[in-house]
Every structure is written in structure tokens, then in C-alpha cells.
């Protein structure tokens, strides 16, 4: 099974592409950290301080306390296309708002395929069966207005991951692990053309397949967004983002690391603090919505990601467009690397993803991505 786990490793290593000690490549369930959706994947991966739809459930909960009405939302994406292997990721959302109690109930589940593999010994190569591993999570939120301009919200989320079905050699046990963990966010919302919003994901404990004394952190994460509506007409609207967000893992040595709950400081100060900065990874973007609300809109996206050359090294742009019609709506994204020197055959260039979403009950006004100015 050894080849097998080299080729989950790899995988693994390259969602989040972190090499240094403190690295994100030392955190377990890396898939918690994709960015699931089209619409916000085409704004250079930000969206902490937009989070007006239902996947604001990922990139700020507390973005749905200002929504209302129902809507659900499919993405699927082929992960890594350049490898070539079958692997991919599906997300559901589901959003509704609930007057009995004045806030959203927020759903989704992720699924992350990392393919087929063949077991083998120790010390043969003669294949032994055959195995799928996979990720998934079931997270369950609320958000809720408590003020004219501050919402809050609140995930809970179930994780298991499945690498191996039997661990290997002597090991006793399985490559299967199951935990928990969970969100708080914010958002400050004045107005509808600025809101700035905080997320504190993926608090929890650490997770471990065979051996407790090796278990890994999860990657909590800390995200700052912005967003700011540049202009708004009639019928045009275009919208800037922004988002900083920062890897909350630190790993003493290659079996010990800090628990979340000390990690959310000692994060920001186990490194010089030029370091910390150089450690905080930049994503913004533009959304341009042209149309009528209520009838056809259609959008367009450009952004940025950008993650320091010692820290991971991941750059790439992104460009999306969307469209909705009455209650429907579809959105796709694309990640290239061309432009940057020595990133042309990234394993993430050429990434697309699709997602199809229904909004029902809804008003104009910042539901189900359209343009706030309208």
C-alpha cells in the first residue's frame, strides 16, 4: 500500500502547496481548505467579505444573516487535471431563510475522490485488492442579523476521511479517521455598495488514522474580506473583493504541534512578524453584472491569488461568468498559471469548475449573487 500513500501525500501536498515547518502541507484534511464554488473561485479565491449567496457557508456564514428566501447550489470540478487521475470534488449548499426564528439555516456537503488504488505488501508489488479513498464533510450553520448592520453565524461541521480501508503491513486499524470541527464568523455590512467580514474556520481537534501519538491539526484557518461596489446602475454593477486569510497551524516537530485552541495565537507570533506577514495569503477580484434583476443577468469575473515564493508558491489568475435567469443560475471558473515564470504546468492550471444553483423567495438585493446595486 505504500505507493498508494505516496500518491495521497503528493495530492494532499499540492491542495495547499506549503513547505516550511509551519507549513499548511502539515495540516490533515487539506481538502477543508479548497475553494468549493465557481463564483467565488473566479474571483481569485476571495469572497470573506461578499458571502452573498449559499456558499457564503464556506467563506463567511455570517454573509447569509442579510439574505432571505431559499436556494441550493452543485458544483463539480475535476481536481488537478494535470495529473490526469480521477480525481474530483462535489459541493452542495443549501440555504433558507426561516422567519420563525429571523435567521438562515445553512447546509452543504463536501466530497472530495481522490480515485482507485492498489494494495500491495510490504515487500512485493504483487497487487493484494483494490481500495477507493475519498473525503467528505456535512457542515450544518446559522445566520442571524443582530443589528441593522452586524450579522454573525455559526458552522458545525461533521469530517471523515477514508485513505485506506486496512492500515499497512503490522499497523492494526484502517486508514479511516473521523472529528469535528467548527466556524465562527462575522460580518459588518453599513450599507450595500461596502461590508468587511471575518471567518475563524475549522476550530477543532486534531485528527489521526492509526497511531494517536501522530495525529495531525486540522487547517484552521483565519480569513479577512472585503468588499466594495464600485458602481451601480440600472443595469450595470461592478464590485471589487479582497480577502487575507492565514493558516492558524503550528507544528513544534514532526510529530508534535499546538492544539487549535493555542495555535489561533501562537500563529501569529512563532515567527519573526515580517515572516507572519509573508505567511498571509492575498486573493481579490472583479464582478461585473449586466442585465435586468429579476429577469436575465449576466456576469463576469477576473481575480488573483498570490502566496508568498517560501510559503507555498502558489499564483495563478482566475476568470468566471455567470448567468441568471428567473430562478436559475449557472457559473463556471478557470485557473491558468501562464503568466507566471516557472508556473506554466502547475498541477492546478486548467482547473474548471461548475455550478448550477436554484433561488426561489428571494428579493434583488444581494441574494443569490446579484449585483448589489441593483
Do not use: C
Not at 487521475?85 to 439555516?105: G, H, K, Q, V, W
Not at 455598495?193 to 475549522?202: A, I, K, M, Y
Not at 471558473?333 to 448550477?356: Q, V, W
Amino acid at each position: 500500500m505504500r505507493r498508494s500513500g505516496i500518491v495521497l501525500v503528493l495530492i494532499a501536498t499540492l491542495f495547499i502547496g506549503k513547505v516550511s515547518v509551519y507549513a499548511q502541507g502539515e495540516a490533515g484534511l487539506a481538502f477543508l481548505q479548497l475553494a468549493p464554488d465557481s463564483r467565488f473561485s473566479g474571483l481569485g479565491e476571495s469572497g470573506a467579505g461578499l458571502a452573498d449567496n449559499s456558499s457564503a457557508i464556506f467563506w463567511n456564514p455570517a454573509g447569509a444573516a442579510f439574505l432571505n428566501g431559499t436556494e441550493v447550489s452543485f458544483t463539480h470540478s475535476n481536481w488537478l487535471p494535470q495529473f490526469k487521475l480521477d480525481l474530483f470534488y462535489e459541493y452542495l449548499t443549501f440555504r433558507m431563510y426561516s422567519p420563525d426564528i429571523d435567521a438562515n439555516l445553512l447546509g452543504s456537503v463536501t466530497y472530495m475522490n481522490y480515485g482507485e488504488f492498489v494494495r500491495t505488501g510490504e515487500t512485493s508489488s504483487d497487487p493484494l485488492g483494490v481500495f477507493r479513498s475519498y473525503d467528505m464533510a456535512l457542515t450544518l450553520g446559522i445566520a442571524k442579523k443582530v443589528s441593522m448592520d452586524w450579522g454573525v453565524g455559526f458552522n458545525f461541521r461533521l469530517i471523515h476521511s477514508r485513505l485506506a480501508d486496512q492500515g499497512a503491513g503490522n499497523e492494526k486499524g484502517s486508514g479511516v479517521a473521523t472529528t469535528v470541527s467548527f466556524d465562527l464568523a462575522a460580518m459588518y455590512r453599513p450599507s450595500n455598495e461596502f461590508s468587511v467580514g471575518v471567518n475563524l474556520s475549522n476550530m477543532g481537534p486534531k485528527v489521526f488514522y492509526i497511531d494517536k501519538d501522530q495525529a495531525d491539526p486540522i487547517p484552521t484557518n483565519f480569513r479577512l474580506g472585503f468588499a466594495y461596489v464600485i458602481f451601480a446602475d440600472e443595469f450595470n454593477s461592478l464590485t471589487a473583493t479582497l480577502d487575507f486569510s492565514k493558516l492558524l497551524v503550528v507544528k513544534q516537530d514532526s510529530t508534535h504541534s499546538d492544539s487549535w485552541y493555542k495555535a489561533i495565537f501562537t500563529a501569529w507570533t512563532n515567527k519573526p512578524f515580517k515572516e507572519e506577514l509573508r505567511d498571509i495569503v492575498t486573493s481579490g477580484g472583479l464582478e461585473y453584472w449586466y442585465g435586468i434583476p429579476g429577469d436575465f443577468l449576466f456576469s463576469a469575473r477576473v481575480g488573483m491569488f498570490y502566496e508568498d515564493p517560501d510559503y507555498g508558491n502558489r499564483k495563478f489568475m482566475t476568470l468566471g461568468a455567470g448567468v441568471r435567469y428567473d430562478m436559475y443560475g449557472f457559473d463556471f471558473s478557470y485557473i491558468t498559471t501562464s503568466m507566471f515564470k516557472g508556473m506554466e504546468n502547475h498541477p492546478l492550471a486548467d482547473t474548471l469548475r461548475f455550478t448550477i444553483s436554484l433561488a426561489w423567495d428571494t428579493v434583488s438585493d444581494a441574494i443569490r449573487g446579484l449585483p448589489r446595486g441593483l
